[in-house]
């Protein structure tokens, strides 16, 4: 992958991600933020492949942490954006 | 064989991508909000187990166990958590993030010191890992300190003489080494000296800064996570990395715009300035006429209960006294009594926005009861009361009236148009940003002191006895 292909993927996920956020209503800022937040945890995903090809001592310490602080995002986020989201019902879905 | 896995590899990845954009879509609307979370989060099961299936890959082990130790201890804390300490376990949770982007981006920086490449050799890729480790870096240690100061764990904001040209000139310090890093020759020790500047750097960023504007602040870092794993996305030339990375990081720019746009404050005001930490005084040149007249819970209920339309303001000190409950309650008391009862919610009410929104739902108020400012400010004239519960600054006509009030042009709910204005509030203090509030002050308005939860609680009985 090149430069160029890669800015542009850059630049359509940008407008991707300020075009979703932009409708949104305030009730659902804090969860919004938490929801990202978890999204961002597919660093995980590299992490792994980070320590999985890690070969000194170094390497495999800093990707340990590195997995390590990836699960934690990507868990962390998804419990408690699920939490937050879970409690939004209307009047009508209470009845 | 390999080619098949690494064909399945980028067609799981490339739906996982699918699936954070359509669930953050879905996450945008409360209607479809629960489906959002559900929908990343296989995106993300997938693309996590399918991860194990590289070729080449060895260290299983550790990789496993670190999955399993971080995974528990977040899902430990996270439904442990109580739900007004939710803003903590963001920028706890974000902040990780952050230090694993950053430690990707030390293993290939440190290979390439050691003579060996990165995983995709260039200019380009370098830069970027530099970038993400630096923005990565920088997150992290922010965060935590985001973190700390919510938990309580660090109350006091630290500011010095010179503070921003000191941190301009570690920042400055900062990039020089990142600079270095991007050239053909370092070693070790600019490695170690970047990484430590970078964490000295989200450090000293978030020391200065008062708890009021810590959602900005957090949010920030949120977007600024984002980045730092785009980039490192294209370092390992993972697009679902890529693709999450960099929607994270523009929808959390944009969401950093809007909260401090609702605070009326530039980001770099936030930043750089000692607003939110009590330290500008009260500001305002404006006269306080008149006193703060004292109501008792009693009679308070008794207007409540008489009353046709109740607006409610819940602000943080609902959120501290974990009054929601009671709140509820007592709406569903008025409700019942035949008042109309609504809540007013501002957009940076709480720590973070939407914040009162979360424990409202907790307490199971059903949302079409709860308005955004725009569409409840019209209605406080007509209102007979308004109760503000723990809110301050979101509700001071000096944002209207006292041009030179620090807070002057920020959008408020204007309780102070109701009939009657009952204010519940632990003492006779200033708020969270020290500034004198105009509304106290008003013929119309009533203070009801106490705990939240102790008032509310003789509400309900009053207005029960009625």
């Known amino acids: 992958m090149e430069g160029f292909v890669a800015l542009y993927i850059f630049m359509l996920a940008a407008f991707t991600g300020y075009e979703i956020i932009s409708k949104v209503p305030t009730i659902l800022h804090t969860p919004l933020m938490s929801g990202s937040n978890f999204i961002h945890g597919i660093v995980l995903v590299g992490a792994m492949v980070a320590l999985g090809r890690a070969e000194t001592s170094v390497e495999m310490i800093i990707g340990f942490i590195a997995v390590l602080l990836g699960a934690g995002n990507a868990v962390g986020g998804y419990v408690v954006t699920e939490r937050m989201l879970e409690m939004f019902k209307s009047t009508k879905d209470k009845d | 064989m390999n080619l098949n896995i690494e064909l399945l590899i980028q067609v799981v990845y490339f739906s996982a991508a699918i699936l954070f954009i359509m669930g953050l879509k879905a996450m945008s609307s409360p209607v479809t909000a629960r489906r959002g979370i559900i929908w990343a989060g296989i995106g993300m099961l997938v693309a996590t187990l399918i991860s194990f299936t590289h070729p080449g890959m060895h260290n299983f082990i550790p990789m496993t166990s670190a999955i399993f130790v971080g995974g528990i201890i977040a899902w430990w804390t996270g439904k442990r958590v109580a739900m007004t300490d939710m803003p903590q376990m963001i920028a706890l949770y974000n902040g990780m993030g952050g230090g694993s982007a950053a430690a990707i981006a030390a293993i290939e920086l440190v290979r390439l010191s050691g003579g060996g490449e990165l995983t995709h050799p260039g200019t380009v890729s370098q830069v970027l890992a530099v970038l993400g480790a630096l923005i990565g870096t920088i997150a992290f240690s922010g965060s935590m300190i985001a973190f700390a100061k919510l938990q309580g764990w660090m109350r006091k904001v630290y500011r010095f003489k010179g503070q921003q040209i000191f941190n301009l000139a570690v920042f400055a310090t900062l990039l020089y080494f990142g600079w270095t890093l991007t050239g053909d020759s370092f070693g070790p020790n600019e490695l170690m000296i970047f990484f430590a500047l970078a964490l000295l750097v989200g450090v000293l960023m978030t020391i200065g800064i008062g708890g009021a504007d810590m959602p900005v602040v957090i949010s920030l870092y949120n977007a600024l996570t984002g980045l730092a794993v785009g980039f490192e996305g294209f370092v390992l030339q993972n697009p679902a990395m890529m693709i999450a990375g960099i929607v994270v990081g523009s929808a959390g720019t944009l969401l950093t715009q809007l909260m401090a746009k609702a605070m009326n404050r530039s980001l770099a005001n936030v930043l750089f300035s000692g607003f939110g930490t009590g330290d500008d005084g009260t500001g305002g040149d404006v006269e306080v006429s008149g006193s703060m007249k004292a109501i008792d819970a009693a009679d308070a209920a008794i207007t409540m209960a008489f009353a046709e339309t109740v607006i409610i303001i819940p602000g943080y000190g609902m959120a501290v006294a974990q009054a929601q409950h009671k709140v509820w309650e007592l709406t569903k008391i008025l409700q019942e009594k035949g008042v109309r009862v609504s809540f007013a919610i501002h957009p940076v009410a709480g720590r973070m926005p939407g914040h009162m929104n979360v424990l409202l739902a907790e307490a199971g108020v059903p949302y079409d009861l709860i308005y955004d400012l725009e569409d409840i400010n019209s209605q406080f004239p007509t209102a007979d009361v308004a109760l503000v519960i723990g809110a301050n600054d979101v509700v001071n006509p000096a944002a209207r009236k006292d041009t030179s009030s620090p807070i002057y042009g ?51 009985t009053g207005v029960k006895s009625l």
């Open chain 2, 410 to 460: 920020m959008p408020i709910l204007d309780a102070d148009k109701a009939r009657n204005v009952i204010i519940i509030k632990r003492g006779q203090g200033t708020g969270f940003s020290g500034i004198e509030n105009l509304l106290f002050f008003e013929d119309n308005t009533r203070m009801c002191y106490g705990d939240a939860q102790d008032v509310a609680q003789k509400l309900i």
